[in-house]
């Protein structure tokens, strides 16, 4: 079955970009509709945005300005870039499969583990 | 945005009751609401999706309803394993936006 892996660096200083990678294993990127979300205490979970493999995205308006999901189909990963990031970034990061049971995308069904990310002054 | 509101934000429980978690949206959200289990240091589970499709290999004990704004799930006779933080999710209108989570806890 589909399964998602995070990976990237789990500090990152402010004002940087902050750069995570989801591998797709068991099924192909082409194939759905993926998703970064995250999760901070303060701000509980938090939809950042989707991509397509074709390339179209959908972005939360309160990152859309720092955000971009990137595909590398040939590796079957896409991407997360966040700059210009401070501490109100530090999060978990979730990669996930954006799906819907009757075709109209409204869920998310498969999760990666997430991966703790730290932004450091 | 739409606000997704869960009450109660925590309710202690035992083992063989029933509970039910409401979630309610700032705006009319269609049926296009989820609903998820998550257990420390673990990834949210898609437990429901479209306010009542049980996803596959969720036990039937689960159980989901409502549309417009008012949503609730419902969990009959609970289960050791129950016991962990629940979220709603709408995908009626982008962004889309999660509750702050209920906390399910053993009495």
């Known amino acids: 079955q589909v399964q998602l892996q995070e990976s990237g660096p789990g500090l990152v200083k402010a004002s940087e970009t902050l750069t995570l990678t989801c591998t797709v294993s068991?099924?192909?990127?082409?194939?759905?509709?993926w998703s970064w979300i995250r999760q901070s205490p303060g701000k509980g979970l938090e939809w950042i945005g989707y991509m397509y493999y074709s390339g179209s995205t959908n972005y939360n308006p309160s990152l859309k300005s720092r955000v971009n999901i990137l595909v590398d189909v040939s590796k079957n990963q896409f991407s997360l870039r966040l700059n210009s990031v401070t501490a109100a970034d530090t999060a978990i990061y979730y990669c996930?499969?954006?799906?819907?049971?009757?075709?109209?995308?409204?869920?998310?069904?498969?999760w990666g583990q997430g991966t703790m990310v730290t932004v450091s002054s | 945005d739409i606000q997704m509101t869960q009450s109660p934000s925590s309710v202690s429980t035992v083992v063989g009751d029933t509970v039910t978690i409401t979630c309610r949206a700032s705006?009319?959200?269609?049926?296009?609401l989820a609903w998820y289990q998550q257990k420390p240091g673990k990834a949210p589970k898609l437990l429901i999706s479209?306010?009542?499709s049980l996803q596959s290999g969720v036990p039937s004990r689960f159980s989901g309803s409502g549309s417009g704004t008012d949503f609730t799930l419902t969990i009959s006779t609970l289960q050791p394993e129950d016991f962990a933080t629940y979220y709603c999710?709408?995908?009626?209108?982008?962004?889309?936006?999660f509750g702050q989570g209920t906390r399910l806890e053993i009495k």
């Open positions: 999710q709408q995908a009626n209108s982008f962004p889309i936006t």
């Open positions: 705006q009319g959200s269609g049926s296009w």
């Open positions: 068991g099924g192909s990127i082409r194939s759905h509709y």
């Open positions: 996930a499969r954006f799906w819907g049971v009757t075709g109209v995308l409204n869920a998310f069904d498969i």
């Open positions: 479209a306010a009542s």
